[in-house]
């Protein structure tokens, strides 16, 4: 099989400085991290109240962004 592509060029936020992409991955880690208590605090919830519950930290997070 031949590949796609002859030269793969590595991009990232520096190719895109004013694109708004942080340069960690902080803030998706300390949602995960939110989201993980979340549940283990509410171990008992059914699988579509747990989704409802995800989904609504999901819509609310909004993480600080320096600019």
């Known amino acids: 099989a031949q590949p796609k592509m002859k030269y793969a060029v ?4 520096y190719d895109y400085p ?5 340069n960690t991955n902080n ?4 949602l995960n991290g939110i989201v ?8 008992g919830i059914s699988l579509e109240k747990r989704k409802q ?7 609310a997070y909004k993480p600080h962004r320096n600019k």
């Open 53 to 59: 519950l995800i989904a609504t930290k999901l819509n």
């Open 10 to 13: 590595a991009m990232d936020f």
């Open 27 to 30: 803030a998706l880690e300390r």
């Open 36 to 43: 993980k208590d979340l549940l283990r605090r509410h171990r």
């Open 18 to 22: 004013d694109s708004g992409i942080p």
